[in-house]
């Protein structure tokens, strides 16, 4: 396409909430961490190398019984407050502005798992009830 040789309106959008089509077989529950899949599908946070922090979830959404995209969920990105991990894998105030990574839908950890774990994005916080973590 050839540069602009007028004004344009260009569209716009609040980049913080998607709706995602969710991978087949999967529930996604209201205030989890969602994740995009390889293929580009809403799939609970979980231990994995191939999966894209993608926000949190702002409804249930079961397809459990559906193929690839049957049902959609609405995912808001931002900074929340997720579960921390235990013993070696404990977040502190250490980590505030390094990359922590996806245990489950509601859990992060400070190492990736030996590269068994997917980022789940930039820890901003930690205090006595878990890890803000931006996800962007």
Do not use: H
């Not at 409804?59 to 049957?70: L, Y």
């Not at 030996?114 to 994005?121: F, M, P, Q, Y």
């Amino acid at each position: 396409m050839a540069a602009l040789t007028d004004a344009r309106v260009t569209p716009r959008r609040d980049a913080e909430t998607f709706l995602r089509g969710v991978a087949a077989t999967k529930k996604i529950f209201e205030g989890s961490l969602v994740c995009l899949s390889a293929t580009g599908f809403a799939t609970p946070g979980a231990v994995a190398t191939t999966l894209k922090a993608d926000g949190i979830a702002l409804t249930t959404v079961d397809n459990t019984s559906g193929a690839d995209g049957a049902v959609s969920v609405e995912v808001r990105k931002g900074t929340f407050r997720f579960a921390n991990s235990a013993a070696g894998d404990l977040i502190t105030r250490a980590e505030i502005g390094t990359t922590c990574y996806v245990v489950d839908d509601q859990t992060v950890a400070k190492t990736n798992g030996t590269n068994t774990r997917s980022a789940a994005g930039i820890v901003v916080d930690v205090d006595a009830q878990g890890v803000w973590v931006k996800i962007a």
